[in-house]
């Protein structure tokens, strides 16, 4: 067996797939990014949230991760007019903490847990240019060619193996780009190598149209994120409209000594779009995972966690039809597609929430009638943010209560004298959660 892509969804699937007994060979493109620094000296991290931390407790490697996670308890918004940032905790329950984390520290954690079960063999610097199902062949940038009797594409949103899919078509695939883009910066520690800020939040600076995230790493310095309109990045050519635009909407990062104007111009802009794939695997021979089946804008902060995700959803197929790989993978897909649709339109809508909706009176009373309403009823409501964060019910489900929800928190808003515990008493209750659940909260959270 052979997977295409070694970041988490590849490194995490080479895992489940040696646990069922497979020998397995992962072809990276890039170097081995545990000897290689692959971010150009950067620290990019993500948030690590219950869909991602569940594989990690299932494959074992939750205690590596634990230590160099860093637990963040809500948002930390820095609103323009208001000097004092204000904390917007994420919930009430243990649990309810999502986790910073170096995106490729926890990328080695699990090539080392791969190369650990003895079954998996990962070549790095293996560009896949081509894959060909008429031989059942790769054929590499080298001019190298390898054979496979199953390919999964991990190899993430511009996947190769999707591309050869689609010649063959099995499977048909667009990007809905964003007209936003996005840039990332670095707010270094202070020279006692403290954080200069809470490193226990999720810093955003919601500016209505952009808006400015950061995140903290394990040596004290943040990872920020600065995301905004394709035609903002363009417009601040000059050094001295940098300036003034860092000036004028983040002037509480230039006290705390930032220089992220002068990095603006260093470090590069990524586009952001929405993959919508149909078709995500031919018979026994291909499927996609992560990425490269469902690549998302990261405003919920789920793609990476929805990949891994997606891959414990093809392996507990994998394992429940494995004489007939066909049969699984299309189970697989049949119950992960609509999930894949749905953390893809919760995601574009959190942008909007995130860069206005945290400053805006009208969302923080639903937000908070909402937490209200959860502590009566916590068997039959949760926010949305909290279902899709917290909890490993299908994105689909989620998405389809928080609607409900949504429209009987309107209706009391507009009619106080509604009698909204009724109606939220006769909500549907809550799935049960994952067992893995009550294993899940991370020790320094
Ligand atoms: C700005 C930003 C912030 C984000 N923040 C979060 C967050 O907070 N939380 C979260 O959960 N997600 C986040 N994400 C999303 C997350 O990064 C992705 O969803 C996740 O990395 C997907 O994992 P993957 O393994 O499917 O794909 P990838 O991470 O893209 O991995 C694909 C791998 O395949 C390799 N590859 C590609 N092409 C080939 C080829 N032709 N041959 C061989 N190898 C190949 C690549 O080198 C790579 O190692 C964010 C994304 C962005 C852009």
Redesign the pocket.
Known sequence: MVI????????LLSIYLARQGHDVTV????QDLRRHDVDAGRSI?????TR?IIPLIDVGVIDRVDAITIPMRGRLVHALDDPEPVLQPYGRQAHEVIHSVS?SDL?AILLDAAVATGRVTIEFS????RVNFDDSTVRFANGDAASFSTIFG???????VREAMVAEGACDAHTEWLDHS?K?LTLSATETGDHRLDPNALHIWPRGEFMLIA?ANPEGDFTM?LFAPTTTFESLSSEGDIDAFFESEFADLAKLGSDAAQQFSDNPT?R?GTLRAEGWHLDDRAVL????AH??V?FH???????MESVRCLDRHMTQTPSDLAEAFANYAEERKPDGDAIADMALDNYIEMRSGVVDPDYLAKRTLALELEARHPAHISPRYNMVMFSTMPYGEAQSRASEQAEIIARSIADPALDIDSLVAALPPLPPVDPLTDRQALSSS
Request: charged share 20%; aromatic share 4%; hydrophobic share 35%.
């Open positions: 295409a892509g070694a970041g988490p969804a590849g490194a072809y990276e493109s890039r991290n993500l948030a690590l949230a991602g995106r990328n293996r560009e896949i240019e991990a190899d993430g949103a511009g996947s190769k996005y990332e995140l994120t990524g952001l995972v992560g990425d490269s690549a998302i990261p902060g789920q793609g990476m966690n929805a990949a």
